[in-house]
Nanobody, 126 residues
Framework: QVQLVESGGGLVQAGGSLRLSCAGSGRTFSSYAMGWFRQAPGKEREFVARASSSAGTTYADSVKGRFTISRENAKNTVYLQMNSLKPEDTAVYYC????????????????????WGQGTQVTVSS
């Protein structure tokens, strides 16, 4: 079973950039679709991006054009490059793994993901 550990969070000014990393353990990392979610204080955890070897990438409208998800299966790592950050991007960011590859209507839903990391805090100051 894959275990996930996020890193790369921190404090950044509005307009700045951060790159989050999620390192997975285990031999079957490439057999999972990988996603990023975020949760701001007092709000529900929301979908940010997803990468699947068979179905490409998908983004939430709120981050499209600013965030890029990518993965290096050889390193068991998925990244989230975040540019043009806004204060409303402030949240705890979680990576997650979905045993179902490809795209399906529930792929942006929290309950579709089987494994989760512990989260990393991203704070964007205005």
């Amino acid at each position: 079973q894959v275990q996930l550990v996020e890193s790369g969070g921190g404090l950044v000014q509005a307009g700045g950039s951060l790159r989050l990393s999620c390192a997975g353990s285990g031999r079957t990392f490439s057999s999972y679709a990988m996603g990023w979610f975020r949760q701001a204080p007092g709000k529900e955890r929301e979908f940010v991006a997803r990468a699947s070897s068979s179905a490409g990438t998908t983004y939430a409208d709120s981050v499209k054009g600013r965030f890029t998800i990518s993965r290096e299966n050889a390193k068991n790592t998925v990244y989230l490059q975040m540019n043009s950050l806004k204060p409303e991007d402030t949240a705890v960011y979680y990576c997650a793994a979905d045993r179902t590859l490809g795209w399906y209507p529930q792929a942006t839903m929290r309950g579709s993901y089987d494994l989760w990391g512990q989260g990393t805090q991203v704070t964007v100051s205005s």
